[in-house]
């Protein structure tokens, strides 16, 4: 076994905190990951605070993972020690439905396998994610990294990068199409930078009148705050898409009306109450409404190969990991530009 050094949350209302756990030893198919950056997503907090439900406790959070790999197992095939290795929202799953045979195994028909906050197939043990020293994942679910780029800025491409590339991707977000980003945080940053290098006309839709000169630096052509009536009257039934990122509770009608006839609201932010949907609001302009959640292991190599050609990056601020606890206040009150990601090297 492996003795692992981490920050742990005990229970829903206690602050993050040094834990010390085991790790299984590398089995045939697994690699070793030595973890050097972890991003911090806001599901970390939603689930650290139990605000969706069903929380296990210690939760060792982190699911944008990048480090070297240190030992691989006999029948690795796509690794060897002193590669980098990511690892992004789930380490498992069932394999054999019909959504893990067509590369969609976040929706595994199983239950996939979460990083963290999850429990191991064989051995039911909870899972614990990347506020960690080191990992241990089968290769089929470990990610190829280029070590081209900044590896602080490529862990959160883990997951605020396929969640947003995934939808974008799937409705065919391109040239000639209006799309509103809802929510200027990580996963938002992302969408912008993504719908953006796809050729969509791009709008950030913000509470934050502070961070319009940064959405038009990552790309984004205009810029509305949300709490501007004349503004938010002029991009009514304007949008092909709008990427809703929001993890606070917010009424979905308002910006539903900014949507075009066809138009898709898709849903990726969770907060953790329901938001009414008036069916006016959608049979006006025959308008709908989509979630998307994470991305496949395929997908997800796929989106870091094009990050790693087109020079993507999450842009990030880097903490230490005694600094978990105020980067959370600090998310919640929408101030992070524009991800957290914690240096391992803290941990040691
Ligand atoms: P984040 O970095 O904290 O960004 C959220 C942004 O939402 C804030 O920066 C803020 O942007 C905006 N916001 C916050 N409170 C708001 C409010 N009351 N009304 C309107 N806007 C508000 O969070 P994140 O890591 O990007 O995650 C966003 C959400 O996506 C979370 O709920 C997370 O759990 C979820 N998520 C889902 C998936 C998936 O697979 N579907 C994957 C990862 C994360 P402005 O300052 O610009 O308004
Ligand atoms: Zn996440
Ligand atoms: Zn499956």
């Known amino acids: ?53 069903g929380s296990i406790y210690p939760m060792v959070p982190g699911h944008e993972i990048v480090g070297r790999v240190t030992q691989v197992g006999d029948q690795v095939k796509k690794f060897k020690a ?21 590369g969609l195994e976040q929706y595994c028909d199983n239950g996939m396998v979460a990083t963290y906050n999850g429990r191991e197939k064989v051995t039911n043990q909870p899972t614990y994610g990347g ?17 081209k780029l900044a590896l602080e800025g490529v862990a959160p491409l883990l997951c605020a990068g396929i969640t947003t590339y995934s939808p974008l991707r799937h409705v065919g977000v391109g040239k000639g199409h209006t799309v509103g980003v809802l929510g200027l945080g990580g996963l ?48 009514e039934n304007h949008f092909d898409f709008i990427l809703n990122t929001v993890s606070a509770q917010h009424e979905y009608a ?64 880097v903490i230490r990991v005694q600094d978990i606890n105020q980067a959370y206040e600090r998310m919640i009150k929408g101030d992070v530009r524009y991800r957290f990601v914690i240096d391992i090297a803290s941990l040691k």
């Open 188 to 235: 938002g940053h992302m969408a912008v930078k993504f719908a953006a290098a796809f050729g969509a006309e791009v709008t950030m839709l913000s509470t934050s009148r502070s961070k319009e000169a940064d959405a038009r630096k990552l790309g984004a052509h205009h810029f509305v705050l949300t709490s501007d009536a004349q503004a938010m009257k002029k991009v």
């Open 254 to 317: 308002t910006y539903l009306n900014l949507l075009r006839t066809n138009g898709t609201m898709i849903v990726v932010g969770v907060p953790p109450a329901p938001s009414a949907v008036p069916a006016f609001n959608l049979i006006m302009k025959r308008r709908s409404i989509i979630g998307s959640l994470i991305g496949g292991i395929k997908e997800t190599q796929e989106m870091l190969d094009y990050c790693a050609e087109h020079n993507i990056v999450s842009d990030v601020e």
């Open 1 to 53: 076994m492996n003795a692992t050094k981490a920050y742990a949350a005990q229970a829903a209302t206690t602050p993050l905190a040094p834990f010390n756990f085991e790790r299984r030893d590398p089995g045939p198919k697994d690699v070793q990951i030595e973890i050097m950056y972890c991003g911090v997503c806001h599901s970390d907090i939603h689930q650290v605070r139990d605000e969706w439900g």
């Open 131 to 147: 506020y960690s020293t080191q990992i241990v994942v089968d290769e089929q679910y470990t990610l190829t990294i280029s070590p």
């Open 82 to 102: 002193g590669d980098i290795a990511g690892v992004g929202c789930f380490v498992d799953s069932c394999r054999t439905c019909s959504n893990c045979q067509a």
